[in-house]
């Protein structure tokens, strides 16, 4: 099983929809989780951080923990062609970050 | 405030040499981390710094090596090359290095192996 695992891509979604990512981890002793967004060709760029269970709000951005469920997901709303680009999934524990595959976004004008 | 900075940014290599690359955190930042990105594997976690302290390490070989210095810039020399090695190396920095660190990443160095 491996430690992050994001759904399957790529997705693609009308500018000004909401995009939904979803993620979920092994490791029940996690302790924070972020998302970063990897433009083709670039590093990764951290978007959101979330330490806690529920939501966290940031623009456009929205991200939910639950650790019961172990489940991270985030929401990107009004889509712009500018979000296209892959999505991260990252979850630490013990000074490292495990990553999933990545779910590649593309908003279609 | 600048971003972390990696040098060289771009390397190529032969079989069996060794290589070192280098990687200033962003002013402040005493956490760094190491990560390497392959198509094929994604990113994965090779170990992190504080205050000169390896404080995790990842599942790669021993020929994988870090050191951090007293004013946080990280170095990370691969020695033995191998084909598998070719990858983009990612440093990422963050303040305190706990749980809840938030790491940003440089731009990368693109190594290929011949």
């Known amino acids: 099983q491996k430690e992050v695992e994001q759904n399957s891509g790529p997705l693609s979604v009308p500018e000004g929809a909401i995009a939904s990512l979803n993620c979920t981890y092994s490791?029940?002793?996690?302790?924070?989780f972020f998302w970063y967004r990897q433009y083709s060709g670039k590093s990764p760029e951290l978007i959101m951080s979330?330490?806690?269970?529920g939501d966290k709000e940031d623009g456009r951005f929205t991200a939910q923990l639950n650790k019961a469920s172990q489940y991270v997901s985030l929401l990107i709303r009004d889509s712009q062609p500018s979000d296209s680009a892959t999505y991260l999934c990252a979850v630490g524990r013990d000074y490292k970050l495990s990553f999933g595959a990545g779910t590649t976004v593309t908003v279609r004008a | 405030k600048a971003g972390v900075t990696q040098t060289p940014r771009y390397l190529i290599k032969t079989r069996g040499q060794q290589v070192t690359l280098s990687c200033s955190p962003i002013s402040g930042h005493r956490s760094v981390s190491w990560y390497q990105q392959t198509p094929g594997q994604g990113l994965q976690f090779l170990f992190e710094y504080f205050s000169e302290t390896q404080r995790n390490k990842g599942n790669f070989p021993g020929r994988f090596s870090g050191r951090q210095f007293s004013n946080s810039r990280s170095e990370m020399n691969v020695s033995t090359l191998e084909l598998g090695d070719s990858a983009l190396y990612l440093c990422?920095?963050?303040?305190?290095?706990?749980?809840?660190?938030?790491?940003?990443f440089g731009p990368g160095t693109r190594l290929t192996v011949l």
């Open positions: 490791d029940r002793g996690s302790q924070s």
């Open positions: 979330i330490y806690s269970n």
């Open positions: 990422a920095s963050g303040l305190a290095g706990g749980a809840y660190n938030e790491q940003f």
